[in-house]
Structure formats: structure tokens, C-alpha cells
């Protein structure tokens, strides 16, 4: 069925280590996003990519890198320059509705 | 770009309607305003959204302030499974593209 898949949805990052997050989505969507949401916080834009081979940086985008070379897929990695990287990451798509539909997220934590 | 401010927490009882009000006093004329909900520790689902007029839908009502400055997203109904936080966000154009600019969201509990 139709959605947005993210994986996994936990993760240790060791110090030093690059992880990556993924977020695959079957909806046929032109733009994709990414949010970090620290506890009792709102949703805060990482990155967000419109089509394909094309993305932006949002408000907090130190640290973390994107990449958009299919329409489906939009991994997140979390950079060892991103020095606070515990938190809940979550991917969304939208449609021109601009609806925008989210997935499960993934719980990043550091050992 | 144009930002919301909501209550940090409110409380309704169940079967009554839950009033949820959102100020964007700073929101442009082509921007739309949007309201999503998030359960513990699940990704947001989208509610409702609207421009200048009021609108329904089987979740909800949105009403939208004349000058655009501030809504109310109505929930007629409350019941337990609607203790979520609500998030009222404005779509905001930049770049040939859109972002969402979120708020810090309203902490609703439904009281039994």
C-alpha cells in the first residue's frame, strides 16, 4: 500500500560516524522534506528537495547532508560534524495539495 | 517568513467541541495555513487547511480570521483518542518551491 517508509526506526550513531536514514515514498510526490524534532519541541526543517537532482537547505542544515537521485528516495546522513545529533528525524512528501504526508520516523541516539 | 503562535496546552472533555486557536499575524496573502496532529512518537497526520475561507471536513473545521491573522481548528466532537498535539503551520513559497514553517504546537488532552 501507499506511504512513506523510513528505516530503521532506531539507530545508534557511535562518535566520530556517519549514519544515513532512509526515506523511500510510492505516492508519485515532486518534493520531499526532512524534520528533526528534539522532546516537547515542534518540527524543525533540515533539508527539502522539490525534484529530483535538486534540493535546499532549511533552517538547521549544519551537519547533515542529503541526496535526491530518484524520486522515491531522499536519504538524510547525519554528519560526526553534527555534535548533537540525538533526536526524532522524520521524512515527509507532498503533493501540489501540498498535504504534507509523514512517516514513522527514526529514533537517533548516540552510544 | 511567517510564524505561529499557539497555547502551549489545553484540556476538553469528552463529547464536547475543542476550540484550538493559532495566531499568524505575519502570514502573506498567497500563504496557506495548515493544522496537523501527532500522537506520541508517530509522524504528524494532516487535519485540514484553508486560505481565507472556513472549511470542514469529516475530521474537523477551520475557521479563518477576515484579515488572515489568526484561525480556530474545531474538533465538534472530542473523544480520548483525540489527547494529540496540534500543530498549525503556515506553507510558505520560497525559491521556486515550499517549505512549512512550524509552530511549537498545543498539547491538547481529552478529559474522560
Known amino acids: 500500500d501507499g506511504g512513506i517508509t523510513q528505516s530503521p526506526k532506531y539507530l545508534f550513531r557511535k562518535e566520530g560516524q556517519n549514519v544515513t536514514l532512509s526515506c523511500e515514498q510510492n505516492l508519485n510526490h515532486d518534493a520531499m522534506y526532512w524534520y528533526r524534532q528534539d522532546p516537547g519541541q515542534g518540527l524543525r526543517l533540515i533539508y527539502y528537495?522539490?525534484?529530483?537532482?535538486?534540493?535546499q537547505k532549511g533552517d538547521i542544515a549544519e551537519g547533515y547532508s542529503v541526496s535526491r537521485e530518484k524520486k522515491e528516495s531522499f536519504p538524510l546522513t547525519v554528519t560526526s560534524a553534527q555534535k548533537n545529533p540525538t533526536a526524532f528525524y522524520l521524512c515527509?512528501?507532498?503533493?501540489?495539495?501540498?498535504?504534507?504526508?509523514f512517516g514513522a520516523g527514526t529514533r537517533l541516539s548516540v552510544l | 517568513d511567517a510564524k505561529t503562535t499557539q497555547p502551549p496546552s489545553m484540556d476538553c472533555a469528552e463529547g464536547r467541541a475543542a476550540n484550538l486557536p493559532c495566531n499568524h499575524s505575519?502570514?502573506?496573502?498567497?500563504?496557506?495555513v495548515y493544522w496537523y496532529r501527532q500522537i506520541h512518537s508517530q509522524g504528524p497526520q494532516y487535519i485540514i487547511h484553508?486560505?481565507?475561507n472556513n472549511e470542514t471536513n469529516e475530521m474537523a473545521s477551520l475557521i479563518i480570521t477576515e484579515d488572515r491573522k489568526s484561525s480556530t481548528l474545531i474538533l465538534p466532537h472530542a473523544t480520548l483518542r483525540d489527547t494529540a498535539v496540534y500543530y498549525c503551520i503556515v506553507r510558505v513559497a520560497t525559491s521556486g518551491t515550499y517549505k512549512y514553517i512550524f509552530g511549537t504546537g498545543t498539547r491538547l488532552k481529552v478529559l474522560a
Open positions: 484553508g486560505l481565507k
Open positions: 515527509a512528501s507532498s503533493a501540489h495539495t501540498g498535504i504534507q504526508y
Open positions: 528537495s522539490q525534484i529530483v537532482n535538486d534540493f
Open positions: 505575519t502570514i502573506s496573502g498567497n500563504e496557506y
